[in-house]
């Protein structure tokens, strides 16, 4: 699951990246609202926890413009304690509001809730013309032949599955596989994705992942056309 943390605070902020993402979960961090607020718009996030008191642009800004584009599940974190805060948060869209100081185990089980909730609930398997991926067993087969990959290139097969038909950046993939930003000057997503492709896509006639010259790659079948993009 994918997280974007708005918190300005470098120590709070630091803390929870950390706590998040030793309890399994993918944390992106802003530190300034308008920063994200664009990480937002511009990424698919399973959850947005957000402070309220935020350089730029504030929390209720932020929730306000979510809510006019895009129905993902906010949290608020904030110091902001009084009622009236709590009510303007959750009549704004929130899915729930949680005043500092804060127990991160109360923190931890208010974002499985959220999650748990049926229109956030990820897939446990993928399937793409003859491709079928199994996550819970972690299991890739075409045409019912087993494919063995290695842990980043099952990772990297299952985030191009899962955003099946949208156009994914380098820096994109990188950040969501490698936990990177991503370096112009270094070949890794190319590299990853010659190697999946030789095991997913080269023996079999009909080719699922395409290059989209000059942005990145997509994940989609295309049978009237060859894929050229292949060496």
Known sequence: MHILLIEDDTKTGEYLKKGLGESGYQVDWATHGADGLHMALENRYDLIVLDVMLPGIDGWQ????????????????????????????????????????????????????ILRRGVVREADHFHLADLELDLLRRRVTRQQQVIVLTNKEFALLHLLLRREGDVLSRAQIASEVWDMNFDSDTNVVDVAIKRLRSKVDLPYPVKLIHTVRGIGYVCEVRPCAPDASLP
């Open 62 to 113: 932020i929730i306000e413009v979510l809510r006019a584009k895009q129905d993902v599940p906010v949290l608020f974190l904030t110091a902001r304690d009084q009622l009236q805060d709590r009510i303007r948060g959750l009549e704004l869209g929130a899915d729930d509001y949680l005043v500092k100081p804060f127990s991160f185990t109360e923190l931890l089980l208010r974002i499985r809730t």
